[in-house]
């Protein structure tokens, strides 16, 4: 009986142990999961930066004028094209253009 006993408890106790398989494709979901939120803050933070520059422009007071409106698409087109011309190398590192490099 205490033999039993024993048996039960020690496997409670055991923690499961994962195969190289098992624990890479575990490895790999949790990765692909890290990704796709990564992804999802991103979008969320370009797109707010977006609304915001909108926003302070409809709350600037005093009427509009044509020019005022090219002046903010002119912004914004500025802002999407300097996300747009950041590239990735294979390792997933950003690489900064000539032109925003640091200069000393």
Not at 1 to 18: A, G, R, W, Y
């Amino acid at each position: 009986m205490e033999d039993e006993m024993k048996t039960i408890e020690d496997q409670e106790n055991e923690k499961p142990v994962l195969d190289d398989d098992a624990l890479k494709g575990a490895i790999e979901e949790q990765l692909s999961k890290i990704r796709r939120q990564s992804m999802i803050l991103g979008f969320r933070v370009s797109c707010q930066a977006v609304l915001d520059k909108i926003t302070a422009f409809e709350r600037s007071p005093g009427s509009k004028s044509n020019n005022d409106h090219k002046r903010l698409i002119k912004d914004i087109k500025k802002f999407v094209e300097t996300g747009l011309a950041r590239k990735m190398d294979e390792n997933g590192e950003i690489e900064v253009p000539e032109s925003e490099a640091v200069q000393n």
